[in-house]
C-alpha cells in the first residue's frame, strides 16, 4: 500500500467534520473533535482557508468555502448516473441472485435506465428503455411517496389509475394511502401489481440536496419473497439506493 500523507490525512479528516457532523465550527471544537493539538488545526485552518476550502466569519467560526462547492460541481458535471446504476444493479443482482432495476419518474410513468436479470426467470414487464405506470411498480411508488399530495392529484386527475394485473392500485385514494406508507418507512413495496408471481421493494436515489432523482428495486419470486422478512427485501434496497445517493453527493445524516 502506497505511504499516507500525515499532513493531508488531518486535513481531511477537518473537511469532513463540515460534511459529516455540521456546517459550523470553531477551532476549539475542531480540536476536541480531531484530537489534534490546537497549534495544528490553527495550522490547517489557515492553509484551508487561505486557498478558499473554509470561510471564517467575524466571530471565529469556520464553513466550507466556495472552493468545496467548484469541487462538487465538477464532480457532478462527469457523473455518471446510468454508468453508476448499472453497476450497482449489476452488483445488487450478482450477490442476490435476483433482478435489479433503477428508473426514473417522468409525470406518471417511470422510465427504466437499468435492469441486471437475477438467476430465476420473472415475467417482468420492464427493460431498459422501456416506461410503466409508477403507481403499479415498486420505483414509481418510491419516487411518487416523495410528492406532494397536490401533486399526486395532478398526474391522475380523473382519480382512476392504470392497471397492469388484478391487483394493480387502480383507486386514487387508495394510492394515496400507500404512498403515505411508503414515504412513512422509507421504501414502496410492490406484490404482484405489474405482473402476476413477483413482489419487489424500492427506495428513491438522492442527489447532493436530497433530492429523489431515481429509484432502485429488487424483484423476487413471491414463493422466495415470503420466506424472508420484507424487511429483509427493503434493506438490500435501501442499500443499493444508498450507494448511489453517496455517488451523487447525498450525506444521510440519520444513518447510524
Known sequence: MARLTP????????????????????????????????TTVHELLTTLTHRGYLTRD????????VRTVQLGNAYAARFDLLGAATEVARDVGQATGHTCSVAIREGAEV?????????????????????????????????????????VDRLYPTGQLPALS?????????LKKALATSRLRGYAIEREESGPGVACAAAVIR????????ALSISVPLARWDQ????????????GSGRL????GWIDRNAG
Not at 17 to 27: H, K, Q, S, T
Not at 228 to 239: R, T, V
Not at 245 to 248: A, C, M, R, V
Open 7 to 38: 499532513a493531508l490525512m488531518r486535513a481531511l479528516d477537518i473537511m469532513e467534520l463540515f460534511v459529516e457532523r455540521g456546517a459550523r465550527w470553531n477551532a476549539a471544537q475542531i480540536a476536541e473533535a480531531t484530537g489534534l493539538p490546537r
Open 58 to 65: 467575524e466571530i471565529g467560526n469556520f464553513e466550507l468555502g
Open 111 to 151: 422510465f427504466y435506465l437499468a435492469k441486471v436479470e437475477g438467476s430465476e426467470s420473472l415475467s417482468l414487464i420492464s427493460s431498459v428503455g422501456k416506461r410503466a405506470p409508477a403507481s403499479c411498480t415498486g420505483l414509481g411508488k418510491a419516487l411518487l411517496s416523495e410528492l406532494e399530495p397536490a401533486e
Open 166 to 174: 388484478e391487483h394493480s392500485i387502480t383507486d386514487l385514494g387508495q
Open 207 to 214: 442527489d447532493a440536496a436530497g433530492a429523489a432523482v431515481a
Open 228 to 239: 424472508l422478512p420484507e424487511k429483509y427485501w427493503a434493506d438490500i434496497a435501501l442499500e
Open 245 to 248: 445517493s453517496e455517488q451523487l
